[in-house]
């Protein structure tokens, strides 16, 4: 059983199952930078669409073909193989070097990239700058009553689901965990800087995941309670909520506007102080993990914080056909579309 397998779900069983991504074309990804290419610099602000490709053989793909250093290739945030996708990469470009043509760079039955814009830009893209993703997602063989699938569909519109990690995040059969696993009992190690950013994301994410179910089975992952840390949605600020403010501060979360927070767990950040009553209901959840967590502290990775709770926007489910039902909406950075569909629909098996 994966990691996600076993978190509770908020709103009950998904009321049907379906068939997720049977062909690259049913799950569609459009990222959004919510910002736009400066027309001057060092740099190229490249438009990419992808079909079977990971992010990273896609820019590996892009190196060749333009003859540039890989290392220099800077994205916003990694995208799925089986599925199209739109996103964004910079690629160094010598600022006296007129600008490269777009157009087909790979196609065959497989797999395909095409380069669809190309602007200059003064810096390297990094990791996480972008606002969100646009989703278009077809759900085919789908087993379950529409009336039910309507009903869910307006409460995750209405009130949210939990802003889970998704399985992409530790790897198949949980492997990642395996690894940051041993790595932190002293019997492995991570194989570069890169993976070892990817053990610890899958550790601290693991751990995230298990307050925010506890919050789940008490019943509270959505609502405020006094001393917990709360953000406002899609923001990075955090404040605490105050026993004076419980009312205003529920009706703020019933409108999708403030959400509280869980612990991405690692040294302690003087700069997001945690009131004893919450820092003692996590630490229960969490005890188990101590010794992770020191791990993380002598890697110096710093504790944060991120929204137990997860918007979804502009959620519209269209039904195409009686076994198939295509899905819009939007995400903000870091969230995945697989925890929305998991709480919708259960995953046939092939």
């Given at each position: 059983m994966?990691?996600?397998?076993?978190?509770?779900?908020?709103?009950?069983?998904?009321?049907?199952?379906?068939?997720?991504?049977?062909?690259?074309?049913?799950?569609?990804?459009?990222?959004r930078?919510?910002?736009?290419?400066e027309?001057?610099?060092?740099?190229?602000?490249?438009?990419?669409?992808?079909?079977?490709?990971?992010?990273?053989?896609?820019?590996?793909?892009?190196?060749?073909?333009?003859?540039?250093?890989?290392?220099?290739i800077?994205?916003?945030?990694?995208?799925?193989?089986?599925?199209?996708?739109?996103?964004?990469?910079?690629?160094?470009?010598?600022?006296?070097?007129?600008?490269?043509?777009?157009?087909?760079?790979?196609?065959?039955?497989?797999?395909?990239?095409?380069?669809?814009?190309?602007?200059?830009h003064?810096?390297?893209?990094?990791?996480?700058?972008?606002s969100?993703?646009?989703f278009?997602?077809?759900?085919?063989?789908?087993?379950?009553?529409?009336?039910?699938?309507?009903?869910?569909?307006?409460?995750?519109?209405?009130?949210?689901?939990?802003?889970?990690?998704?399985?992409?995040?530790?790897?198949?059969?949980?492997?990642n965990?395996?690894?940051?696993?041993?790595?932190?009992?002293?019997?492995?190690?991570?194989r570069?800087r890169?993976?070892?950013?990817?053990?610890?994301?899958?550790?601290?994410?693991?751990?995230?995941?298990?307050?925010?179910?506890?919050?789940?089975?008490?019943?509270?992952?959505?609502?405020?309670?006094p001393?917990?840390?709360?953000?406002?949605?899609?923001?990075?600020?955090?404040?605490?909520?105050?026993?004076?403010?419980?009312?205003?501060?529920?009706?703020?979360?019933?409108?999708?506007?403030i959400?509280?927070?869980?612990?991405?767990?690692?040294?302690?950040?003087?700069?997001?102080?945690?009131?004893?009553?919450?820092?003692?209901?996590?630490?229960?959840?969490?005890?188990?993990?101590?010794?992770?967590?020191?791990?993380?502290?002598?890697?110096?990775?710093?504790?944060?914080?991120r929204?137990?709770?997860?918007?979804?926007?502009?959620?519209?489910?269209?039904?195409?056909?009686?076994?198939t039902?295509?899905?819009?909406?939007?995400?903000?950075?870091?969230?995945?579309?697989?925890?929305v569909?998991?709480?919708?629909?259960?995953?046939?098996?092939?």
């Amino acid at each position: 059983m994966s990691a996600i397998d076993s978190l509770p779900f908020a709103w009950g069983p998904p009321p049907g199952r379906a068939t997720i991504a049977a062909i690259p074309e049913d799950f569609q990804v459009d990222e959004r930078l919510g910002f736009t290419a400066e027309g001057a610099g060092p740099h190229l602000l490249v438009r990419i669409r992808k079909r079977g490709l990971t992010t990273m053989r896609a820019i590996q793909i892009i190196a060749d073909h333009w003859q540039v250093d890989r290392r220099g290739i800077g994205y916003a945030g990694r995208k799925d193989r089986v599925a199209v996708t739109t996103q964004w990469l910079s690629v160094p470009w010598h600022v006296n070097a007129a600008c490269p043509a777009g157009g087909m760079v790979l196609a065959d039955e497989t797999a395909s990239l095409e380069i669809l814009e190309i602007d200059r830009h003064r810096r390297k893209l990094p990791v996480g700058a972008l606002s969100g993703n646009e989703f278009t997602l077809t759900l085919r063989d789908v087993e379950a009553s529409p009336g039910a699938m309507a009903r869910r569909v307006v409460t995750l519109a209405r009130h949210g689901v939990p802003n889970y990690f998704g399985r992409q995040r530790f790897g198949r059969d949980d492997n990642n965990l395996v690894r940051a696993r041993d790595w932190f009992a002293g019997t492995g190690r991570p194989r570069s800087r890169n993976d070892r950013s990817m053990l610890i994301s899958a550790a601290r994410s693991a751990m995230f995941n298990a307050v925010l179910a506890q919050r789940v089975r008490d019943g509270d992952w959505r609502w405020p309670r006094p001393g917990d840390l709360l953000t406002l949605d899609g923001r990075g600020s955090l404040f605490t909520a105050e026993t004076e403010e419980a009312l205003f501060n529920r009706r703020r979360a019933a409108g999708l506007r403030i959400h509280p927070t869980g612990p991405m767990p690692g040294a302690e950040n003087r700069g997001q102080a945690l009131s004893e009553t919450l820092a003692e209901r996590e630490a229960g959840v969490l005890a188990e993990w101590s010794p992770w967590i020191e791990s993380l502290a002598s890697q110096r990775v710093v504790a944060d914080r991120r929204a137990l709770r997860l918007s979804v926007h502009g959620l519209a489910a269209l039904q195409l056909d009686p076994a198939t039902w295509q899905l819009r909406f939007w995400l903000t950075r870091g969230a995945y579309a697989t925890v929305v569909l998991r709480e919708l629909v259960a995953e046939a098996e092939c």
